[in-house]
Structure formats: C-alpha cells, structure tokens
C-alpha cells in the first residue's frame, strides 16, 4: 500500500452450503458485490467469517481463492490469529506469501482465564512481525480475554513498529481510540473501529480514520466515512442515524448471522448456514431484520437484482 488504508474494510464471510460445506463460488460473489460497493479492503478469516469453525486447510483455501480474485484490486487483510506465537507467524507469513496487504491479529489468550500478561503481548507481536514484511492490525475485541489498556497498546506500537493499525471494538471505544490518537499521532496511521460501526460517529470524532463493519452495509457505511473526512460531519451523521436501527439490530440481535440473512434475502448468496453449534436466527428475528433493511434502499438488497 502506497498511502495508509482507511475509509471502510469489511469483514467478508464465509459462505457455506446447507450441508455446511464451504461454498466458495458463493463467497466469491460476496466479495464481488463488496468491491462494487466501492470498498475500501477487505478483511478475510475474522471472527465475523465464522474462523474458529474453519480447518487449517480451508483457511488456506479460502485467503488463496479470494486473493486470486481480488487480484491486488484492493488491499485485503488476512485474520492470522492464534494463541501460539509460532502459529500466527507461520500464518502471517503464508498470507503475505498469497498478497496479503497486511495481517490482523487478536492478542494471545484460549478461553476465559489463559491469558497473557503485557510484556508478554508484546513479545508475541514482535516474534510475529520477525516473520513478514507487510503492516499488522491488531484487533482489541472483547473476544479475546487477555485486556488490551490504552497504554499497553501504545507500548505496543512504539516497540513494534509494523503495528501501524489498530482495530478498537470495545467498550467506550471512542475514548481509548482518542487516547491512542493523541499519544501516537503519525505512529499509528490506521486507527480503525469494529463491531459493525455501531459506534462509528463517536470513533471518527475521536480521531478513527476507518471502520471495520460487517458486509451487511458497507457500502452505505463507506459513504458515511467518506462524507465525514471530507468534512460533511453533519451529512455523515444523519446518514449514520438513518442505519443505526438496523445495525443495533445485527448488533445485537442476529451478530454475525445478519450479514448471511440479507446476502441470501438479496440473491447474492444460496444458503444463510452457520456451522454447527452456531444456530441460525429464529424466524421472528430474521422478519425484523429484512423488515428493517426494506425499509432502506440498501446495496445488498438490489445488487444481484
């Protein structure tokens, strides 16, 4: 990447078949309505791709098939995470390998109480950075049970220099994105928010340069940053406000399952599946959400039309 990555990089999620086979034609087609939504990235093998119900080998499958098809078009983000050092080096390296423009990786921890003390967070992100050559994103997400203070990360950045994004998705978002602004400036030239950019005014006040949503609204949320870095903050915000009951909806209602729900309301996918023993949404929660999104004239309901 010639210029920092910002505006809006969606998570891009793994489709699967009824029988809960990959279904990579079917992912394929996501990330080309994406990349017509005008899309800033993408964002491969998240939490929001379902990576923890993915083997090794469709984890490979799936980066190599869409960076093929992405073709360096766009920046693509690899997730790498994994508790072992070695392991996400070792990921970190075979997506930079396949084009990976930069890598996102979650701190270290298994479960609610093996975590990993600062000091150690930060070996882990230098042993991983020893590895590649390309940016790395590190995602604080209340996933992850080892705590990420405002002040660790800056550590973390100023010791690992190849840390130039951060991903901040937790609680109060905004006043640790202002913190990490303040103290690191040029240092951190990615500073990004999450959880579907049901926080995005607030982030972007606070110094957010770009937002990582789910690919349930991102091009209408591409919009939004756009017109809010180029100074329509007022715009920005009513655009936002106009979203926000369908997103707190995801948020809070459906999670990742949203994004599959509308992709196959709107035609661009076969199966809404999840992986066992992830559920699909209960029938009353999928008519609140379609209801919500005809309300709005969205990309993702139009585009295979």
């Known amino acids: 990447m010639d210029a920092p990555l910002t505006g809006v990089v969606p998570v891009v999620p793994t489709i699967f078949r009824d029988d809960e086979t990959v279904d990579l034609a079917g992912t394929g087609r996501v990330v080309d309505y994406l990349i017509d939504g005008e899309v800033d990235g993408l964002c491969l093998l998240a939490n929001y791709s379902e990576q923890f119900s993915l083997t090794d080998a469709e984890r490979e499958s799936i980066a190599r098939t869409l960076l093929e098809r992405v073709a360096e078009r766009l920046p693509v983000i690899v997730t790498t995470s994994h508790y072992s050092a070695r392991v996400t080096a070792a990921r970190s390296r075979a997506a930079q390998d396949m084009g990976a423009a930069m890598v996102m990786i979650m701190p270290p921890f298994f479960g609610a109480t093996l975590t990993v003390p600062g000091p150690a967070v930060i070996e882990y992100f230098k042993h991983v950075a020893d590895a590649i050559d390309i940016p790395i994103m590190v995602q604080d997400a209340p996933l992850s049970a080892t705590p990420m203070p405002a002040g660790l990360l800056i550590d973390l950045v100023r010791q690992v220099p190849q840390v130039q994004y951060a991903k901040i998705e937790v609680p109060q978002a905004a006043e640790k994105l202002h913190s990490l602004v303040s103290a690191l400036g040029a240092s951190l030239p990615g500073p990004f ?32 940053v756009r017109a809010y870095l180029s100074g329509d903050q007022a715009g920005a915000g009513r655009a936002w406000e106009d979203l926000l009951p369908l997103i707190h909806f995801e948020n809070r209602q459906c999670g990742l399952r949203a994004q599959k729900v509308l992709l196959a309301e709107g035609g661009i996918i076969d199966s809404e599946r999840t992986r066992a023993p992830f559920g699909m949404v209960s029938a009353r929660t999928r008519r609140g959400l379609i209801e919500l999104a005809k309300a709005r004239d969205l990309l993702i309901m139009r585009w295979a039309r």
């Open 193 to 224: 928010d999450g959880e579907e950019s049901v926080t995005l005014i607030p982030d972007l006040d606070a110094g957010a340069t770009g937002t990582m949503p789910s690919s349930m609204v991102p091009a209408e949320i591409g919009q939004i």
